[in-house]
C-alpha cells in the first residue's frame, strides 16, 4: 500500500472561509484510481507552522501533496517552506520565468514584478508545468517522502494532478487496480430505513456498502476489488430490488443528464415555468444539457392543482413547446407538479416529510421531485407512486 496524504494550505481554508473542494475531489479522483488517500491535514499562512508540517508528515507519507501558496502573494509561502524545510536557497527557474512573461504578453497585459516570486523554486525541485495558469508547481523529495506542490485554483490543480502528478507515480510506484464502485441515488427513502433493510445483505469479502447523504437525496455506493464483480453485482440487483421507487439514477451522470438524453432521444422541448424554486430548477436542467425552450420565474403564490395544470396547459399554447413543466406553492406545506404536453397531462400534489427545513432545502426537494417526475413521465411511467417521506396528497390526469 502506498501512503498517500493530502496537506492544504490557507488560512482561509484553515478558518472555514472557503470550503476545501480541492481535497475532495483530489480523494475522490485518486480512490478512483486504486489510491484510497490515508490523511488529510490543514496549515494555516504561517512558515514556521508550515516548515513544520513538512517534516512532520514527510515522516509518515510515501506521497504528500501539499496545495495552495503558489500564488505572487506575500501569504504565499509554500515555497520558501520547502526550500527551509529542504534546507536549500529559492532559486529563480528561467523556463518558467519565460512562460508567465508569454502568457502575459500573449493577453496585451504586462507582468507584474510581483508574478517572478512564482518563477522560484527551492534549488534541486523539479518543476510540473501548469498549462492553465501563471504558478508552476514542483516536486521535492524530504525523508523519502515524495512531496508535490500544487496551486490552489481548482482548475490548476486539478489539471496538474492529472498531467504531471499521476504519471510520475505510475512510474515510481506498482498502483493497485482501480476499485468497482457501483452508485446509485435515492430520493424519499430516510438513511435509517434504507439502512435497516440494507445493512442485512450478506456482502462479498473486502466489499463495502456506504450512505451519502446529501439534503434531499441519497448517494449508495457499493466498493469492491475489481475481481469481486461477478459476487458483487447479484447483491447490487438486490439493493436496487429494495430501493425501489425511490431510485432515482445509476452512476455519476446525474438526473439532468438523464433528462437531456431522453429529451434528445424523443426530439422534444421543454419549457418550464417556476412558481417557488427561484430558477433552480431551469438552471440545474440548463447544467444538465438541456436546452429549454422558454422558462419563467414566478413569485410563490399558493394555487391548487387544478389551478397548476390550467397554467401549465395555457403555457404549452403560448410556448410551443412539447412538454411543459411547472411547479408551484400550494396552500397547507404541499407542492403541485404539473406534466403536459399536447392532448395530455398529469399533476400531483404531494407534501413532504418535514416542515421544518430551511427555504432552500424546500427548493432543492422541490427541483429533485420535479426531475423525478420529469424522467418518469419521459419513460412513460405514473407519477403517483407513494414511497417514503413523499407523500401524493392528490394526482390528476386529463386526456
Not at 131 to 159: D, M, Q, Y
Not at 188 to 206: H, K, V, W, Y
Not at 259 to 269: D, F, I, N, P
Not at 337 to 358: D, I, W, Y
Amino acid at each position: 500500500m502506498i501512503n498517500v496524504e493530502m496537506l492544504s494550505t490557507g488560512d482561509e481554508v484553515l478558518h472555514g472561509q472557503i470550503v476545501d473542494t480541492n481535497a475532495a475531489w483530489l480523494a475522490d479522483y485518486l480512490f478512483s484510481q486504486g489510491l484510497a488517500m490515508c490523511r488529510r491535514s490543514t496549515v494555516g499562512d504561517a512558515l514556521a507552522s508550515l516548515v513544520a508540517a513538512l517534516h512532520e508528515r514527510s515522516r509518515h507519507a510515501d506521497v504528500l501533496i501539499v496545495n495552495g501558496g503558489l500564488g505572487p502573494t506575500r501569504d504565499d509561502l509554500s515555497a520558501q517552506a520547502a526550500a527551509l524545510a529542504l534546507g536549500q536557497p529559492l532559486v529563480e527557474n528561467g523556463e518558467w520565468l519565460a512562460r508567465m512573461t508569454r502568457y502575459f504578453a500573449e493577453r496585451g497585459r504586462t507582468m507584474a514584478p510581483s508574478n517572478r516570486k512564482q518563477a522560484l523554486l527551492p534549488a534541486g525541485s523539479e518543476m510540473l508545468d501548469n498549462p492553465v495558469g501563471t504558478a508552476c508547481g514542483f516536486v521535492i523529495g524530504l525523508n523519502g517522502c515524495l512531496i508535490f506542490f500544487t496551486p490552489g485554483v481548482p482548475s490548476e490543480f486539478k489539471v496538474m494532478v492529472e498531467q504531471q502528478i499521476l504519471p510520475r507515480l505510475r512510474e515510481r510506484f506498482s498502483l493497485p487496480e482501480p476499485p468497482l464502485c457501483l452508485r446509485l441515488t435515492t430520493f424519499g427513502r430516510g438513511e435509517s430505513d434504507l439502512a435497516q433493510r440494507l445493512d442485512a445483505l450478506a456482502l462479498p469479502a473486502d466489499v463495502v456498502l456506504g450512505y451519502r447523504a446529501s439534503a434531499p437525496v441519497i448517494e449508495l455506493k457499493l466498493t469492491g476489488p475489481a475481481a469481486q464483480r461477478d459476487a458483487m453485482m447479484p447483491v447490487w440487483q438486490a439493493i436496487k430490488r429494495e430501493v425501489g421507487d425511490s431510485l432515482l439514477f445509476e452512476g455519476t451522470q446525474g438526473l439532468a443528464a438523464a433528462v437531456a438524453q431522453r429529451l434528445a432521444m424523443r426530439g422534444a422541448s421543454l419549457a418550464v415555468s417556476e412558481q417557488f424554486c427561484n430558477g433552480l430548477l431551469s438552471w440545474e436542467l440548463c447544467d444538465g444539457g438541456v436546452a429549454l425552450a422558454r422558462s419563467e420565474v414566478l413569485p410563490a403564490e399558493a394555487e391548487t392543482l387544478a389551478q397548476c395544470m390550467q397554467y401549465a396547459a395555457c403555457y404549452v399554447a403560448q410556448t410551443s413547446a412539447d412538454i411543459v413543466l411547472r411547479v408551484a406553492a400550494a396552500p397547507d406545506e404541499s407542492f403541485n407538479f404539473a406534466l403536459v404536453s399536447a392532448g395530455r397531462g398529469q399533476g400531483v400534489r404531494v407534501r413532504f416529510g418535514f416542515s421544518n427545513r430551511a427555504r432552500r432545502i424546500q427548493q432543492d426537494t422541490c427541483v429533485v421531485m420535479a426531475l423525478s417526475l420529469l424522467h418518469r413521465w419521459l419513460d412513460d411511467e405514473p407519477l403517483d407512486n407513494q414511497y417514503g417521506w413523499v407523500r401524493i396528497l392528490e394526482h390528476v390526469a386529463m386526456g
